[in-house]
């Protein structure tokens, strides 16, 4: 099993960014948690703050994993063009999402990704990437 992982803008602050809502724990320090739990997949790891190079990202693993969990960060309620590749790709998406997007504000509340996904995980921190791969399998 290949599962990519795709993080979008502001996650490479985990740890550090907002810790009351986000945790304290950097996303590289649970990757490796998550690929101990499952040292049988295979994963893939791409971060950006840039709409674009995440675009890329799921184009290029679209046709070759078997599933990709995004967590489009800011992107989700902005990026058209996210929702649009995930929709042109053959590799399921689950959309993955650390804090509860629709108790925070209203604008948050609106998804360009949630309508393409498989489904969404949101508001149950880091163990959402854990259940997503649990999907997966």
Do not use: C, W
Not at 19 to 30: A, I, K, L, M, R
Not at 85 to 103: G, T
Request: zero cysteines; a neutral charge; hydrophobic letters at 40%.
């Amino acid at each position: 099993m290949k599962i990519t992982i795709i993080n979008g803008p502001n996650l490479n602050l985990l740890g550090t960014r907002e810790p009351e809502v986000y945790g304290s724990q950097t996303f590289e320090q649970y990757f490796e948690q998550l690929k101990g739990i499952f040292p049988k997949v295979e994963f893939g790891y791409f971060q950006s703050n840039v709409e674009g190079e995440l675009i890329d990202a799921l184009q290029r693993a679209g046709f070759s994993a078997d599933g990709i969990i995004l967590n489009p960060g800011g992107y989700t309620h902005t990026s058209v063009a996210i929702g649009d590749a995930i929709a042109a790709i053959r590799a399921p998406v689950i959309e993955v999402h650390i804090s509860n997007v629709h108790a925070r504000e209203e604008f948050r509340r609106l998804s360009h990704v949630s309508g393409k996904a498989k489904g969404t995980i949101a508001g149950l921190g880091l163990k959402g990437y854990e259940l997503a791969v649990r999907y997966f399998l």
